[in-house]
């Protein structure tokens, strides 16, 4: 059985920070190869990765010069080893954007701040302005085209029948049809990179369409124990990796 394994870097990457700690080493050094291989079920018999496909964006280092070169160290990893058989970039974005200022409330939702002391708005007559909202700028980041690039790989290689089964790596619920489409085909596994629920639009019963369907979890321990050798061939994982 030939699988097909397709990634959205992004979504897998926070997936893994949230499961192990954005400050913690020993995550980021992902075999992405060897982690989804460790997941094939037993009910896909014979089942052998015979093509991933890792779909990402470069990032910027406004933030951290030192980010882009950590990420190109990963990716030429991924290359040199072996790991993955195509990367596909889409575009990271940084724009500024003005929003009202908010706080979270206890259940996390945004709330709007609005003028009361003691910081309180005045008017050109210095009368006070209850409840006049603050704008402020800040620093807009978006990755842009992983999910298209996963939808449209994986629709690629079912149509033309160049796998027999394909695993999905994300939790992204924009992947709902081209997930769908691909169960009336070929049976389909995601694999939801955080201990979160599988979203809502991407659920599913273990038989529709073609059947032998499954969906798992990851945890912090999954992504320690499938890390890349350091180096992989001439690249050295980055420090404090």
Known sequence: MRV???VDGFNLYYGARQSCGKGTAGWRWLDVRSLVAS??????????????????????????PSTPQDQDRYLRALEVGGIVDHIEYGNFVTRVRHSPLVTASPKGRPVIVQSRWPVMVKDAARADVPDARFIVSHLHREEK????????HLM????????????????????????????DRVPVGIITPSSQRLAGDLAFAPNDGVGSHWQTNLSARDFKDHQLPDPVGPVPKPDEW
Not at 39 to 64: F, K, M, N
Not at 158 to 166: A, I, K, N, R
């Open 39 to 64: 997941r094939l079920p037993s009910q896909w018999t014979d089942a052998e990765i015979s093509r991933v496909v890792y779909c990402t964006a470069r990032v910027s280092g406004i933030d951290d």
């Open 4 to 6: 097909g394994v397709y």
């Open 156 to 183: 690629h290689d079912v149509f033309h029948g160049s796998v027999d089964g394909v695993v999905v790596v994300s939790n992204d619920s924009d992947l709902k049809l081209p997930i769908a489409v691909a169960r």
């Open 145 to 152: 085209g992983s999910d298209v690039n996963v939808a449209t």
